[in-house]
């Protein structure tokens, strides 16, 4: 039955566990743990302004980019199409040049190859346009 009973508390002993010089120790500590909870924070704080800053500049080129894509656009299909003209021309030039030399057959066998060569782009352009993508092939959630 002595086990079970309280010992009482003997405050001269608790004393001198908290002396003058722990509870300065313990001040200082907690000091230092404030002065480091502060740099804590403004480095925090420092790191938020920092990903504020770099996704405003990012939404910005975002913005600039989207405002220039459609001028982009039209150049490139610009071009394509003065490109094309030429190709045009020049074997235009050319098959009306056999033509103007009495060179038929040199004419009919360049307006073969045109032919060929359109219909096989064609044809290609079709067939895979119209064929579906195969189940490893396709992308997710395109199916």
Partial sequence: MSEN???PIDHQKQDELLTETALLNL???QREELKLRQEE???KSQGQQNDYEISRENLRLQAEYLRSAPKYM???RILVFILLAIL???I????VYCIYLDKEEVSMRILEHITTTTLGVGGGYAWGKG???KREEAV????
Wanted: glycine content about 4%; cysteine-free; charged content about 20%.
């Fill in 5 to 7: 009973t309280f010992q």
């Fill in 27 to 29: 001040l200082e500590t």
């Fill in 41 to 43: 924070m403004r480095l």
């Fill in 74 to 76: 039209l150049r490139n």
């Fill in 88 to 90: 045009v021309l020049v």
């Fill in 92 to 95: 235009a030039s050319v098959f």
């Fill in 131 to 133: 064929q579906k993508p």
């Fill in 140 to 143: 997710p959630g395109e199916l």
